[in-house]
């Protein structure tokens, strides 16, 4: 337990995290307001080696992206699968299908299709779905668990673009990986002239009680500012205030937070009102808000004001 006082969430996170913000090169600054740059499928974002980030090529690299999180989400964790999904086993939703996924190939590892071809072996993936997208169809997926409406209708001119569906394969969870994805992110970002990312973030398990360190955590070191509060549907809200901030031990509450979750925070993203059990996919989500303009100066430092770091 820790004393009262020696515990500054603030000071917590930006200990774990770089300092300075970065608020100079937003997107817009890279392209024109309100444009986006048109790409075709199959757009390649950058290589570390044989590993490549690019967006899928068409629907079976999109089915093949599937089996890979149905790999993940339903034999290795421990999501319940319907009829459905256990004879295709594929995870998959209508959101896929206009979708763009993001896909990290391995072209060292050659696997046979249906039809013979030898192809890269695709060992991670994320799922993006743009506000205008989101908008000529069914909205964003996040807005079934969190009241996401409400923001985006009070920031009109920004664009905002939902993260889900994140998975890699076990043998490729390694910083390379992880950074290829991130790479990819931020040239889409750019490249779409985005202002703001959400998306939900998953800790394993269903009772909160066995998840209040991570929680309670996560309430006290990383809660949304008011502008940028958004609480989880009433029906589905769990509270994450647990246990008193001075009741954690934050380095080991951090610890015990997925690598996904840490590093949304190290990236300077807020953690929204509420927590929502997903008992599908056996989680306990919550919500993941990452303005650009937040976004930590050593991450674009990094990756390139432009995504250069990686490019082919």
């Known amino acids: 337990m820790m004393r009262s006082g020696l515990f500054s969430p603030k000071k917590l996170v930006q200990k774990f995290s770089p300092v300075a913000r970065f608020k100079a090169a937003t997107p817009a600054a890279i392209t024109q307001p309100g444009s986006s740059v048109a790409f075709k499928p199959g757009h390649s974002f950058g290589r570390i080696g044989a590993l490549e980030v690019r967006i899928a090529k068409g629907s079976r690299e999109i089915r093949k992206a599937q089996q890979l999180r149905y790999h993940v989400f339903y034999e290795e964790m421990s999501a319940i699968a319907d009829a459905q999904t256990l004879a295709t086993r594929r995870d998959s939703d209508p959101y896929d299908a206009y979708c763009d996924h993001m896909l990290v190939v391995d072209h060292s590892s050659l696997k046979r299709n249906k039809i013979g071809q030898l192809k890269p072996e695709i060992v991670g993936t994320y799922r993006l779905l743009r506000q205008e997208v989101a908008d000529r169809h069914d909205g ?54 985005i202002d703001v990312m959400v998306g939900c973030a998953s800790l394993t398990g269903t009772d909160p009680q066995q998840l209040a360190t991570q929680l309670s955590f996560l309430h006290h070191t990383a809660a949304a500012p008011d502008a940028w509060s958004v609480s989880a549907l009433p029906e589905q809200y769990v509270n994450m205030n647990i246990l008193p901030a001075e009741d954690l031990n934050p380095k080991e509450a951090l610890r015990a937070l997925p690598p996904l979750v840490k590093g949304y925070l190290r990236l300077g993203a807020f953690i929204g009102d509420g927590a929502v059990i997903d008992h599908q996919f056996g989680t306990t989500d919550v919500l993941i808000i990452l303005p650009v303009s937040e976004l930590n100066s050593r991450y674009v430092n990094y990756y390139g004001a432009d995504a250069s770091r990686y490019t082919s």
């Open 140 to 193: 964003f997926y996040t807005a079934g668990e969190f009241a996401i409406q409400p923001l985006i209708d009070a920031n009109p001119g920004k664009r905002f673009l939902e993260l889900g569906r994140s998975c890699v394969l076990k043998p490729y969870r390694n910083k390379k990986t992880v950074e290829l994805l991130w790479h990819g992110i931020w040239s889409y970002v750019l490249m779409h002239n």
